[in-house]
């Protein structure tokens, strides 16, 4: 293993309210993903969580002021995102992940979001949903707004009443979206909610529970990736999966290429996949 002055080190910033993050488990998954990669190499991880996007931004000009890294790895990307034309202006080499399309010149790892979220709509309608919601991650998220746009489209081909209560990942916003959708009168409630995160979905799940509604007899309930606490719920809730380690390995493997030389490269996310469980269940026609 190589010290000292052939060290290169490499941070990634996570904007997240305060105990999110150790409610979620995708981060802590992906870390220890990238971490296992890097082991033994020239590179050394740092993983940095702040409240908000201005602290955000304050951590990469603080880090390009002392050199305290080489790179950064860009996560959840942003609507109108300030970021990369900063780090651009700094000088820090950037790896891009998680975004939809790559931009010309970069190194980026390219997501899913659109075609998996299509590939739910249509799975809920083939076992008979008409009615179905959609609890948004934060509105200022890429991925939430690619989500959303594609969760309306695909509705409008299908001819499904689609409604999105927007979320923020929190139990609380779980809680308080899960309520609002079931307290509609019978004939405009859902039939199915997919939830963008597990916290959210397991708030769900306990707040149908309180009102009296079974899950999936009354409502199926979807997350977006899979956690140990959506295996061990009850019922187990179904999720649009991913390895969320190997994504890890992905950028590792991706931050190894940079240091290697390569700056402009373009190379997919671990796909998202449909994991049933016993919280969707079909519709059973009214007689």
Not at 86 to 108: D, I, M
Not at 147 to 169: C, F, K, N, S, W
């Amino acid at each position: 293993m190589t010290t000292g002055s052939d060290t290169h080190r490499w941070g990634m910033v996570l904007a997240r309210p305060r105990g999110l993050l150790t409610a979620e488990s995708f981060w802590s998954e992906n870390a220890d993903g990238i971490e296992e990669t890097l082991r033994g190499t020239s590179v050394l991880f740092f993983l940095h969580q702040v409240p908000g996007l201005c602290e955000e931004l304050e951590v990469y000009r603080r880090w390009a002021a002392e050199a305290f890294v080489r790179g950064v790895i860009l996560v959840n990307p942003l609507v109108d995102d300030p970021r990369p034309a900063l780090l651009n202006e700094l000088g820090l080499a950037t790896l891009h992940a998680g975004v939809e399309q790559a931009a010309p010149g970069t190194a980026s790892i390219v997501s899913d979001n659109a075609e998996s979220t299509r590939g739910a709509m249509e799975r809920l309608h083939e076992l008979g949903h008409e009615r179905i919601a959609r609890v948004s991650g934060p509105e200022h998220l890429a991925h939430t707004l690619i989500r959303d746009t594609m969760a309306r489209r695909v509705a409008q081909e299908l001819g499904v009443e689609l409604r999105i209560v927007p979320g923020d990942y929190s139990e609380a916003s779980g809680q308080r979206a899960t309520a609002e959708l079931l307290k509609l009168p019978a004939a405009t409630r859902p039939t199915a909610i997919i939830y963008d995160n597990d916290t959210m979905a397991l708030a769900g799940l306990a707040t149908a529970s309180a009102l009296g509604a079974v899950v999936p007899n009354d409502v199926s309930l979807i997350a977006w990736d899979d956690s140990s606490s959506c295996q061990l719920a009850s019922p187990p809730i179904t999720a649009i999966a991913q390895d969320v380690h190997a994504f890890g390995r992905t950028i590792a493997e991706c931050v190894l290429r940079i240091e290697s030389g390569q700056t402009s490269f373009e190379v997919p996310e671990p796909a998202h996949h449909w994991l049933r469980r016993a919280s969707v269940a079909e519709v059973t026609p009214q007689p």
